[in-house]
């Protein structure tokens, strides 16, 4: 599905082309959309019907180094 916002288009996707697009399961997804509202940040469309349309976007986890970790350490 494709919506326009403010001239833009953007790609929807149910919620099993998001969990394989993200390489999780479906539940996964629910999971944390029920707990925190979102998924790592993105937050889906809810249609009158309940079901949810998700952008089509990646989340990208950061390496964990020891750089990183002494960085967050001092945070």
Do not use: C, D
């Not at 697009?21 to 999971?31: A, Q, R, S």
């Not at 009158?48 to 964990?64: A, G």
């Amino acid at each position: 599905m494709i919506l326009v916002k403010n001239h833009i288009l953007i790609f929807m996707l149910n919620t099993k082309q998001f969990a394989e697009l993200n390489k999780v399961k479906p539940n996964t997804i629910y999971k944390r959309y029920s707990q925190f509202g979102s998924y790592w940040g993105i937050t889906p469309t809810k249609l009158l019907n309940n079901r949810l349309l998700w952008p089509e976007k990646m989340i990208h986890k950061k390496p964990v180094t020891k750089h990183t970790q002494e960085i967050e350490k001092h945070v």
